[in-house]
């Protein structure tokens, strides 16, 4: 060890799960993403940072096509998982984001109860044959989100009447509820206490076992400690993109450090 | 390594009082290795002791060092060169406070080896090392203060010259006290401190190495060249 760099957090392969290729996005006439290009790993967390604005919403929702659903938005270049192509006319967009789940920086539970917010996905996509399937699914993916002990006592009592932070659990179980492979994670603990932050960034370290995560933060500290790899966008490019010790010790672009270290680049 | 100022200007100053402390620091620690050499020189008692009770401030120095860098790193969160620079300032603290013992060590055995008769020629040697090895943490210090990686790699080249002139001081004194027994306690002093001053090279080295570490994020990795052969002495 001569470098003193932080021991790298055990990334269990270098798999890529996701492979985006010259990624370009407009929204109209404003150029949001310029050509990225980056492999994500498979059972690893990987954050993206930058500044507001830098377009790390925008590729985390071309990630799963979220971007269809905005008019102004076009879309180029090319996105593999598992080397697939997700923008091909064979793919159907609502398939692909039962595999690619969304948790988005509000918890946004829907107006039914806690049990029906994780069944509805299941249902939909016709997951279960029976009921007692879909109980299973139900209690797996409320015990995966650690929200299990807490609400096995009120399934039928409404989402929305759980604290902030166990509105993002059931978001959370709401989106491993239909076995994706890679979980989004938009700002999800923004909205969030310190005690509700650690249960989230616990479970995400645990999600790892079974997903891709990617998450998008605001917080240098929650990249740094539940991520292994970091991505730096700033003003539409990927900047650097790199083991989460050697960005946050290291980084290799001025403008990384700048970021990282709040100074007025 | 970045040096535009921070958006929240408190962690700029923060960043600047904790190295202004070790830059004291080095400035008492420099003065300390001077006096005890001319202490020393000049078989000066009142001087040597001085040294002894001054080391205490920098000791002092080097806990206020610690205690600011531990705030620093719970209030502020260092990344990247803010966080090097703070476990770099650490280590020198410390490289800092270990010559600041020596420099008091030299003092003690000083006012010691004033109790008997000089003993011919080798204080002379014992000067001209630490003529040298003040040159060497003066220069590691502005290194320091000047993020001079090329200036601290030079540091840690010339550190073999120390070494080897500590090797032909040791042989110097091995054969003073074979030939005159009679010096055996003031050449065992003599040689404490040889091997003191020594140390101090090793620590400017030390701090060299910590601006290179701070400046490129990385380590030198070679080993650096070694003049010390007395390990391996067995002898007349
Ligand atoms: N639906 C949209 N319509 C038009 N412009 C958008 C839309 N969404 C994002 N943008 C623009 O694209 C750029 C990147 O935005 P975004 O991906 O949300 O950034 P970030 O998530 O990094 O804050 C910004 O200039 C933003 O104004
Ligand atoms: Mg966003």
Same mark, same amino acid.
């Given at each position: 060890?001569?470098?003193?760099?932080?021991?790298?957090?055990?990334?269990?392969?270098?798999?890529?799960?996701?492979?985006?290729?010259?990624?370009?996005?407009?929204?109209?006439?404003?150029?949001?993403?310029?050509?990225?290009?980056?492999?994500?790993?498979?059972?690893?967390?990987?954050?993206?940072?930058?500044?507001?604005?830098?377009?790390?919403?925008?590729?985390?929702?071309?990630?799963?096509?979220?971007?269809?659903?905005?008019?102004?938005?076009?879309?180029?270049? &090319?996105?593999?998982?598992?080397?697939? %192509?997700?923008?091909?006319?064979?793919?159907?967009?609502?398939?692909?984001?039962?595999?690619?789940?969304?948790?988005?920086?509000?918890?946004?539970?829907?107006?039914?109860?806690?049990?029906?917010?994780?069944?509805?996905?299941?249902?939909?996509?016709?997951?279960?044959?029976?009921?007692?399937?879909?109980?299973?699914?139900?209690?797996?993916?409320?015990?995966?989100?650690?929200?299990?002990?807490?609400?096995? +006592?009120?399934?039928?009592?409404?989402?929305?009447?759980?604290?902030?932070?166990?509105?993002?659990?059931?978001?959370?179980?709401?989106?491993?509820?239909?076995?994706?492979?890679?979980?989004?994670?938009?700002?999800?603990?923004?909205?969030?206490?310190?005690?509700?932050?650690?249960?989230?960034?616990?479970?995400? +370290?645990? !999600?790892? /076992?079974?997903?891709?995560?990617?998450?998008?933060?605001?917080?240098? =500290?929650?990249?740094?400690?539940?991520?292994?790899?970091?991505?730096? #966008?700033?003003?539409?490019?990927?900047?650097?993109?790199?083991?989460?010790?050697?960005?946050?010790?290291?980084?290799?672009?001025?403008?990384?450090?700048?970021?990282?270290?709040?100074?007025?680049? | 390594?970045?040096?535009?100022?921070?958006?929240?200007?408190? #962690?700029?100053?923060?960043?600047?009082?904790?190295?202004?402390?070790?830059?004291?620091?080095?400035?008492?620690?420099?003065?300390?290795?001077?006096?005890?050499?001319?202490?020393?020189?000049?078989?000066?008692?009142?001087?040597?002791?001085?040294?002894?009770?001054?080391?205490?401030?920098?000791?002092?120095? &080097?806990?206020?060092? %610690?205690?600011?860098?531990?705030? !620093?790193?719970?209030?502020?969160?260092?990344? /990247?060169?803010?966080?090097?620079?703070?476990?770099?300032?650490?280590?020198?603290?410390?490289?800092?406070?270990?010559?600041?013992?020596?420099?008091?060590?030299?003092?003690?055995?000083?006012?010691?080896? %004033?109790?008997?008769?000089?003993?011919?020629?080798?204080?002379?040697?014992?000067?001209?090392?630490?003529?040298?090895? =003040?040159? =060497?943490?003066?220069?590691?210090?502005?290194?320091?203060?000047?993020?001079?990686?090329?200036?601290?790699?030079?540091?840690?080249?010339?550190?073999?010259?120390?070494?080897?002139?500590?090797? /032909?001081?040791?042989?110097?004194?091995?054969?003073?006290? !074979?030939?005159?027994?009679?010096?055996?306690?003031?050449?065992?002093?003599?040689? #404490?401190?040889?091997?003191?001053?020594?140390?101090?090279?090793?620590?400017?080295?030390?701090?060299?190495?910590?601006?290179?570490?701070?400046?490129?994020?990385?380590?030198?990795?070679?080993?650096?060249?070694?003049?010390?052969?007395?390990?391996?002495?067995?002898?007349?």
């Amino acid at each position: 060890m001569n470098d003193m760099r932080i021991v790298e957090r055990d990334v269990n392969t270098q798999k890529a799960k996701i492979t985006a290729r010259g990624v370009q996005v407009h929204y109209g006439t404003t150029h949001a993403l310029k050509d990225v290009n980056v492999d994500i790993l498979a059972n690893t967390v990987t954050a993206f940072i930058g500044p507001s604005g830098c377009g790390k919403s925008t590729f985390l929702r071309c990630l799963n096509r979220m971007n269809d659903t905005v008019a102004s938005a076009r879309v180029s270049g &090319e996105i593999l998982i598992d080397g697939e %192509n997700i923008y091909d006319k064979r793919v159907d967009p609502v398939q692909l984001r039962a595999k690619v789940g969304m948790v988005f920086q509000k918890p946004n539970p829907f107006p039914k109860s806690i049990y029906d917010n994780v069944a509805y996905g299941p249902k939909i996509h016709g997951m279960t044959r029976n009921k007692a399937e879909l109980d299973e699914i139900v209690e797996k993916a409320l015990r995966k989100a650690a929200l299990w002990n807490e609400a096995k +006592d009120r399934l039928n009592s409404p989402g929305t009447g759980l604290s902030g932070g166990q509105q993002q659990r059931l978001c959370i179980a709401r989106a491993i509820a239909t076995a994706p492979e890679v979980l989004l994670m938009d700002e999800p603990c923004s909205a969030l206490d310190p005690i509700a932050t650690a249960q989230v960034e616990e479970l995400i +370290d645990e !999600l790892r /076992a079974s997903f891709s995560v990617v998450i998008v933060t605001h917080s240098m =500290q929650q990249a740094a400690r539940v991520s292994q790899r970091t991505a730096f #966008f700033h003003l539409g490019n990927l900047v650097e993109y790199g083991e989460t010790g050697t960005i946050f010790t290291n980084p290799s672009d001025p403008r990384t450090e700048s970021y990282i270290s709040g100074r007025i680049g | 390594m970045q040096t535009d100022p921070h958006i929240l200007r408190a #962690f700029d100053r923060d960043l600047h009082s904790v190295q202004a402390l070790v830059v004291r620091m080095g400035a008492l620690v420099e003065e300390a290795i001077g006096k005890a050499a001319q202490a020393l020189h000049g078989r000066d008692d009142a001087l040597a002791n001085s040294v002894r009770r001054e080391d205490a401030a920098i000791d002092a120095l &080097e806990e206020q060092i %610690n205690a600011d860098c531990a705030r !620093l790193i719970a209030l502020r969160q260092p990344n /990247a060169g803010d966080l090097r620079t703070v476990l770099s300032v650490m280590k020198v603290a410390s490289n800092l406070e270990r010559c600041g013992d020596y420099a008091k060590n030299l003092g003690k055995r000083t006012t010691v080896l %004033n109790q008997s008769a000089p003993i011919g020629g080798l204080s002379a040697s014992v000067l001209r090392m630490a003529g040298a090895v =003040q040159q =060497q943490l003066h220069a590691a210090l502005d290194a320091y203060i000047k993020r001079d990686a090329d200036l601290a790699a030079s540091v840690r080249a010339r550190d073999s010259e120390i070494d080897q002139i500590y090797s /032909a001081l040791f042989r110097e004194i091995l054969t003073h006290m !074979l030939e005159d027994p009679r010096t055996i306690t003031g050449c065992m002093h003599l040689h #404490f401190i040889a091997k003191n001053i020594e140390r101090v090279g090793d620590h400017a080295t030390g701090i060299a190495e910590q601006v290179i570490y701070l400046v490129t994020g990385a380590l030198p990795a070679d080993q650096r060249p070694k003049g010390d052969t007395t390990a391996f002495e067995t002898g007349a």
